[in-house]
């Protein structure tokens, strides 16, 4: 699990750094910005009399003497922003509701690559509960064990594991302004529980991207994935090959050239992602994860996105459809 945890904080550290700027309020910067200004005008104004009367002050030393109260105006105006921003930083804390959104779909239907997007967008972190089990299988921890052979032949990890593992995360410092959950509520025992755990501090889930896609697509997309372990990032053979693929006399990719972009460090295939565990998988969605959406539509929370189009086009309508309206 710590990797994945330790994706999010990277993310969480950006965040704060963003939020600070971002939420600076545009009058605390214009008078920030006019402070320093009328500052170093009047600094100017100065030196100039100075130098009428005082015919000895060269022109290095004014334009050193220049340099060096414009710098002074920018700390000083960097620091005064820096505290007006703190403290808006810690009003968004103490009243705002956190974000807590859904990424709602079958195996294949886009998630992961439209949640790195939405990660990206919203500044809050992506919560898989598919790369935490895969962690946890990594490290051979007793969940890991237990949850192992349940995942490689594509069948749900019991909701008690989940439900606690959840619970967990997301009192985790990254969540403060909040979350995204891709892969969990599975169940509609663990859509009751997520919404009483939430509930518990007076919070819900206040938008469900909802990912359509026929069911022939998602065989193609599933059985071509390749991914990168620390980053959770997802490549495709045919759809996103990575820039260092190449194929062999088959026509098939060479294992050892699939690297991810980023890192250059090797790329691998999921234990699940085969078309025999696809079957059990997408089973298990259409009996037990499908009820979980009605069950939040009632709540008149769910947006739905045709996710079958290609990955610029769902991102176009993922994108529109985040904004509050
Ligand atoms: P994913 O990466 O979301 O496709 O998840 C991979 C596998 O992890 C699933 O096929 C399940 O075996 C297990 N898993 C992930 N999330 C859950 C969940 N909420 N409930 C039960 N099993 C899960």
Redesign the pocket.
Known sequence: MAAAWARSQKRSSRNVAIAKTSQMPPRTFLATAAATGAGVLTWGATQQQQHQTRCDVDAASLAGGLVGGLAAGAVGGYMLGKSKADAVEAKYDKYWPRKIMLLFGA?GAG?GTQGEKIVDELDIPQL????M??EAVAQGTAVGKR?KA??EA??????DI?IAMIAERIQAPDCSKGFIL??????LV?AKAVDEMLAKTGENISLVMAFDVAPEILEERICGRWMHKASGRSFHVKFRPPKSMKLGPDGKPIPESMKDDETGEPLYQRA?DTAEALKK?LK?YNDQTLPVLEHYRGKGIVRTVDAGKDMKAVWAEVSAKLVNK
């Open positions: 195996p998630k898989s509960t598919g790369d089990l895969r949850a349940v995942m594509g069948g749900l990890v019991s909701d989940l891709d892969g969990m509520p599975r169940t663990q699940d998988r298990g």
